[in-house]
């Protein structure tokens, strides 16, 4: 296996881009980052198998339109700092794994605590788009909604 990285800059986030060869096609392995105030986020984001391109060119651009894509998603971008406070707020996307009383498990690990004013009435492998801010370390729900997002967006568990 013969690869490379290409990286690249979007909306203050960085997308690394790993394309590979295997025999005669190519395939990306993408990474999206970013810092904010000290914080480090960092997502691999999950290629469908079939992503086999003829070229390292073509293997590159897709997975830097994987990588900006999942960005745009995530509207908020990394987690930001509430305006006049020590809160945090963002977006996660992620496939519903299970549901306990008071939270709720997505894949990529991701624990979002529900307060009752926002139910999740979903049932367990939907894919989810859940707000949240963070309040003494745990990322309380603020809307929860089935997302139509492209699967491949899933965060590697």
Not at 108 to 117: H, P
Request: net charge neutral; with cysteine; hydrophobic share 30%.
């Amino acid at each position: 296996m013969k690869g490379t990285t290409h990286w690249s800059e979007y909306k203050g986030w960085c997308i690394e881009v790993r394309s590979y060869s295997s025999g005669h096609q190519w395939r990306p392995i993408v990474i999206v980052s970013s810092e904010t105030d000290g914080r480090h986020e960092i997502t691999n984001l999950r290629t469908p198998s079939d992503w086999l391109f003829n070229t390292k060119q073509e293997s590159d651009e897709q997975g830097h339109h994987l990588g900006s894509t999942w960005i745009d998603r995530h509207g908020l971008g990394p987690e930001q700092r509430l305006k006049g406070t020590n809160m945090w707020a963002g977006i996660v996307y992620g496939t519903l794994l299970k549901h306990h009383g008071n939270h709720i498990l997505l894949s990529g690990g991701a624990q979002i605590f529900l307060d009752g004013a926002v139910p999740c009435d979903f049932p367990v492998d939907t894919y989810l788009k859940v707000t949240y801010t963070e309040i003494n370390g745990r990322k309380v729900a603020r809307g929860i909604s089935q997302s139509d997002s492209f699967r491949a967006l899933d965060v590697t568990p």
